[in-house]
């Protein structure tokens, strides 16, 4: 393990925009954090943290400079390789008929190179998990692997979880275990402020090459190791995954959903904000005269009404059938299709669910008042 | 260092309109041809296409023709909404986006050696009209083959001038059923699940096929299920809203299924549980 300080993460970001990178990274704006290009390390959120609840979130200043003491913001770095909007074809008509062709400009056309610096573990499963969505299945996303195979992933451990963290019960954290180039943790003490860095890909190791990284003494190594050590318990909140997809499968008809249906406003919020969240669909769009028109795909939301709309009426109606249809499909559901679970414990739906409802409370109150499975047994899954 | 991709699993090709048929007020059937040769499409009965109308929409449609007519393709849409009352202004020589195929397909296979039993219920018969053709077509290597079809009113009798000659062999039963009917209609009246206790088929070593509304559906599995037909011999095919087809846009999900890619064609048993609960 190297270690890294921060003139030598400022050298890093000169040798990723050298190799024609553009850097995505955490900063603030309008009171929130965001991911977005940024292009040197004063803009990242020194010393700002975050304090999030159900239905709420603020910045705070943090007692240290800490540039990765805050938790993840409303928006997750799907939007680079999923974009909210993207065009899928373009047809016109002509005197002599239709055609219909790829997309010139504005979709799938000039492909950017992203380095994504700042990656929180359950954020970098949820990219593991879109992965199997996207492009490991019979049909792939070709927009979405091509972006994907060009990216860099500098990722940051997580020191400080917050209030609706629940990672650590979903096994994606905090500590980052694969799938990144780099891996950083930021150690902050009296007079010093540094990274231990790990290599996880060639891609990595050249990096720290570059970068003439000197390595981490063992006294360093030991204090990044306690800090990681010491996050899971400031983790405000889990969910407990003892045999989850089967007691979600056997309570389709728990009292539980009919209790949501008064609280939850079908607002797509949490479907929003969420890392994982897939569906989409699309749009025509035509010119005036209606010689031009183009096809667009857009992020959907299974709270909507149309969402399953078919001739006749809505396959899901209620508003309890669609909050059941997402946190099973979430929970139990996804499990069956891709082999993991579709929620990583990043908690943003339940920061900005406008009505606070919890994930991980809607888990627990089924498993209570269910006759199935309503002790957990540890160790097994 | 700019690379061009394009989304080419969500690209239609294009197919000329060879032939409209109207086949009932509100149904309609397309003869499509593709425009290259490349992107001519085979296809197995029970699988469907995505139609693309130029600016309206794209839907999924079933293939209601005979798979060994290929590449002429064809489908029976019934004009229910924007694009589908859209289409139904399509004449010969217009273009249409098509792709595909998707999805699942009957287990004719299976039905080798045994008797034939489809269910159909208006629409319904579009996707299963494909079956018949290869099952005519290779008429020695099954037992009975019945078909029970119920439409709204006997002017909704979708593929009559078919049906009226398929019923005149000696090898194929057909059972037709309407809801409502004035009097000069001499065939039956009532729901097409009737039929099925009276269809002579054996009920053992049966294969039985069913598309239809959802709760025809379920009314004929149960049918099916009270005459002693065991469970693993009925199939059914699902419709779910559907954009992408390709298992992409999470639309079509039933339960952990997904309609566009593990169906529409499944076995009853894999569905059974979801069929019996709300809103799914
Ligand atoms: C696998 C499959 C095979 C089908 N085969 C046939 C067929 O052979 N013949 C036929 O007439 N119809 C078939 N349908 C139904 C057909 O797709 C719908 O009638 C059609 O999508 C309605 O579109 P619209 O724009 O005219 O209706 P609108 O009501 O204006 O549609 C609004 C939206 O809802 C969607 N939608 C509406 N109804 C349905 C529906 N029933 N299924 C899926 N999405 C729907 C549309 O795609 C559109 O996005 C099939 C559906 C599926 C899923
Ligand atoms: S379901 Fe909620 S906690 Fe889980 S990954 Fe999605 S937004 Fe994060
Ligand atoms: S759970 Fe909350 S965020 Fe999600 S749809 Fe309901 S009210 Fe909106
Ligand atoms: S139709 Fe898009 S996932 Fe099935």
Known sequence: MERLEIHDLSALFSVLKQDGYQIIGPTVRESAIVCERIQSVDELPAGVTDIQRPASYRLAERHDNALFGHRLGPQSWKRYLYPPRLQLFQAARTEKGITISPPTNGGAGDLPKYAFVGVRPC?????????????????????????????????????????????????????????????????????????????????????????KAAPASAEEIQRAEDLLDRASEKMGRSVDTYRLPELLHANIDHPQWDELDERCLSCGNCTQVCPTCFCSTVEDVTNLDGTEAGRWRKWDSCFTLEFSYIHGGCVRATTKSRYRQWMTHKLASWVDQFGTFGCVGCGRCITWCPVGIDITEEARAIRAQSTLLSTSSKGEM | MHVSITSQTMLPHQYRVQRVRQETPDTFTLELHPMSEASAIRFVPGQFNMLYLFGVGEIPISISGDPRKSPTLVHTTRAVGTVTKAMRGLRKGDILGVRGPYGSHWPIASGVGRDIVIIAGGIGLAPLRPTLYSIVADRDKYGRVILLYGSRTPIDILYRRELESWRSRFDLEIYVTVDRALKSWRGDVGVVTHLISKAPFDKQNCLAMICGPEVMMRFAVMELLKRGVPDDRIYISMERNMKCAIGLCGHCQFGSLFVCKDGPVFPYPGVKDLLSKWEI
């Open chain 1, 123 to 211: 954020e970098l499963s949820a990219i593991g998990i879109q992965d199997m969505v996207f492009a490991r299945g019979t049909y792939v996303d070709p927009h979405y692997s091509a972006v994907r195979a060009r990216i860099i992933v500098i990722a940051v451990n997580c020191t400080d979880p917050g209030e609706t963290c629940f990672c650590a019960s979903m096994k994606t954290g905090p500590q980052t275990e694969s799938g990144y180039d780099l891996a950083l943790t930021e150690v902050i003490s009296a007079g010093s402020h540094l990274f231990v860095a790990q290599s996880g890909s060639d891609v990595g190791k050249e990096l720290l090459a570059r970068l």
